[in-house]
């Protein structure tokens, strides 16, 4: 038997194509209006609700303490001297920073101009791709999924929020318009076929998590057919991994050796490996529960089944599986079918899959719905538009009824989830530690749009700390305490020396985006302190905040008094002695070495080859236990 690749495409019925040719002038001009039309409506309308609430939170200017470092030429560090990596999105951190350079704007302004042009964007090519997943003579392709999407609070909260939020759902909306375009070209020229790969190979230096969805469409463009580009299967396929692979592979050499780690530190920090299947699921039902979303998601699954069928796929799959193709036929015939927007669709949902799981199975986030936007975003990819087919309306008048109703559906719900207030408890936050962070921090400082550093000052704690600062011009390591109003000021261990300052509080954002570069600032979640960072978790402390390690480690790491009465009352000077003996630990030392020595061509080697090692060090914060667990 003869395959071709018509046997795994979808078409209508020959009375259909023949009445769409008899339309086709008129429908196509009509078709583009209501879709370019629908594009510009909703990406428009996503841009005013992103505008609408416009913020940059305190992880988002905690992104912007490395470009400042960049700039001022120290590396891509958060305290000068100490190589640590706090920012999980590479790509983002050196796409502020190549614009900051470029305009030499302000920097909150500059990831605010940058986060609101790639959200809409991504809402373009997301419509456009569906667009031409769903394209035909007879149809007109009204906004859909995309309406679910600027519907939901989050998606507008963290569109602009300083953080990668933007970033990652416009790769994703551009990497779907390409599979979807090289899904449906009868030929591509190799720099567009090339283009793609290295396109999709930036996944993990968009978000690590993200290589769930480039990596199986890296699998798919190397094995579907190649047809129109001139070269050896296995040179076809060794160019693709080449292009794919250079950026982030080259990144991923110079990150374990500079880092010291194989991934970002926030991982570390996170426990990124661990399981809170619990937490996850609250977190799941977090974003689903309140806006009802499963009631546009099963309403858009339907209309895109009832469409599929219309079309005829299933008889098209039926006859397949009856086919009597011998194996390498078979062989054959799926290879064909990776290059078919089927396929496409296959592996969008199918890496939508895979982040849900993955972000469940960590726990999720203590940010409402942020780390779920862009697997829903997936989700939602096939049915951004949904199509009706005016031609063939008289011949199935019920189905046209049918899908029309369920666009109004999912517009109604729209407009009511637009308004839901998820998170209802007074201060933004709900007993399992998952929190309304805009609404938080909106509340805090007394600013409906805080977007520069000094709207955090209203901050409590923050101008207290700015004024114990500057009365303390020796330097000294600053410790919150109970009361807003004022901290506690360790010395310098040796009086007569003066020392650099060093701030230890959760808040690394504001603190450091109101601190000169000279100040180091560190936290005890660990998201910018290694030695924080390599401790263990609390089980069933609040997720992203699970590790808090004792301000007396930083006293002595600091080299801070360790002696009352310039030693805080509250510490205690044994307790603080030991964890000086425990500092001592030779491999603890050796992981420190590898973020704060000089980086030596030695240094470089070691921190490669031990990468994966020091990403599983953990240290002990009770001292005596910690000097058991060293292998002296």
Not at 201 to 209: D, K, V
Request: proline letters at 7%; hydrophobic letters at 50%.
């Amino acid at each position: 038997m003869t395959l071709t690749a018509s046997a795994v495409t979808t078409s209508g019925t020959a009375d259909e194509i023949e009445q769409e040719r008899e339309h086709a002038p008129i429908n196509r001009r009509l078709a583009r209006t209501v879709l370019v039309s629908g594009i510009l409506l909703t990406s428009g309308t996503f841009a005013y609700g992103v505008w609408d609430r416009r913020w940059i939170a305190d992880d988002g200017l905690t992104v912007l303490r490395t470009v400042r470092n960049l700039l001022a030429g120290n590396g891509p560090v958060f305290n000068a001297g100490e190589r640590v990596e706090v920012n999980t999105s590479t790509a983002w951190t050196y796409l502020i920073w190549f614009f900051s350079w470029l305009t030499e704007a302000r920097l909150e302004y500059v990831v605010l101009g940058i986060a609101l042009t790639l959200s809409v964007t991504a809402i373009v090519f997301a419509m456009a791709g569906t667009a031409r997943l769903w394209g035909g003579g007879g149809q007109l392709l009204f906004p859909a999924g995309a309406l679910v999407y600027i519907a939901l609070p989050p998606a507008r909260d963290y569109a602009t929020s300083g953080l990668e939020s933007s970033l990652v759902i416009c790769w994703l909306a551009v990497l779907w318009w390409w599979m979807i375009r090289w899904s449906r070209a009868q030929t591509m020229g190799r720099a567009d076929v090339f283009g793609l790969c290295f396109f999709a190979g930036l996944a993990p230096l968009i978000r690590p998590e993200m290589a769930m969805a480039g990596i199986p469409a890296l699998l798919m463009i190397t094995c579907a057919p190649m047809p129109g580009i001139s070269l050896r299967p296995w040179i076809f396929r060794l160019s693709c991994v080449v292009f794919a692979g250079l950026v982030p592979v080259s990144y991923q050499i110079w990150r374990m050796g500079y880092y010291g780690l194989p991934y970002p530190n926030t991982a570390v920090a996170k426990d990124a490996s661990g399981a809170k299947w619990r937490q996850g699921l609250t977190y799941l039902w977090n974003l689903i529960g309140p806006y009802w979303l499963w009631v546009p998601l099963v309403i858009l699954a339907l209309a895109a089944l009832a469409t599929v069928r219309s079309r005829g796929l299933g008889h098209r799959i039926r006859l397949i599986n009856r086919s009597k193709a011998t194996p390498r036929q078979r062989i054959r015939l799926v290879k064909m079918w990776l290059r078919t927007p089927s396929a496409v669709v296959a592996l969008t949902l199918g890496a939508a899959a895979l982040l849900t799981i993955y972000q469940t199975r960590v726990g999720g986030d203590f940010m409402h719905g942020r780390m779920l936007l862009p697997p829903l975003f997936c989700v939602l990819l096939p049915v951004m538009v949904m199509p009706v087919n005016i031609v063939a309306a008289h011949m199935n008048p019920r189905a046209t009824v049918l899908r029309i109703a369920s666009f109004a559906a999912v517009a109604g719900w729209a407009l009511h989830a637009a308004n839901v207030i998820a998170i209802t408890a007074p201060n933004g936050i709900t007993p399992t530690g998952i929190a309304d962070e805009r609404h938080y921090y909106i509340q805090n400082t007394g600013h409906a749009h805080p977007i520069r550093a000094e709207d955090y000052l209203d901050y409590p704690r923050l101008r207290p700390m700015i004024v114990d600062l500057a009365a303390n011009p020796a330097g000294g390591l600053l410790i919150n305490t109970p009361s807003f109003t004022t901290w506690y000021v360790v010395p310098p261990r040796s009086p007569n020396v003066a020392s650099s300052h060093t701030v230890f509080y959760v808040n690394l954002g504001m603190i450091s985006m109101n601190m000169p570069l000279a100040v180091r600032v560190l936290d005890p979640v660990g998201l910018a302190y290694p030695l924080a960072a390599h401790t263990f978790r609390f089980p069933n402390a609040r997720i992203g905040h699970d590790k808090n390690l004792d301000s007396d480690w930083a006293v002595v790491d600091s080299d801070m008094a360790t002696r009352h009465p310039r030693l805080p009352l509250y510490l205690d000077e044994g307790w603080v002695a030991r964890i000086g003996t425990a500092l001592t630990c030779p491999q603890t030392r050796d992981l420190l070495d590898s973020v704060r020595a000089p980086l030596t061509s030695d240094r470089l080697l070691r921190n490669i080859t031990h990468s994966l090692g020091y990403a599983r060090y953990r240290i002990d914060r009770v001292p005596e236990q910690e000097l058991a667990r060293c292998q002296w």
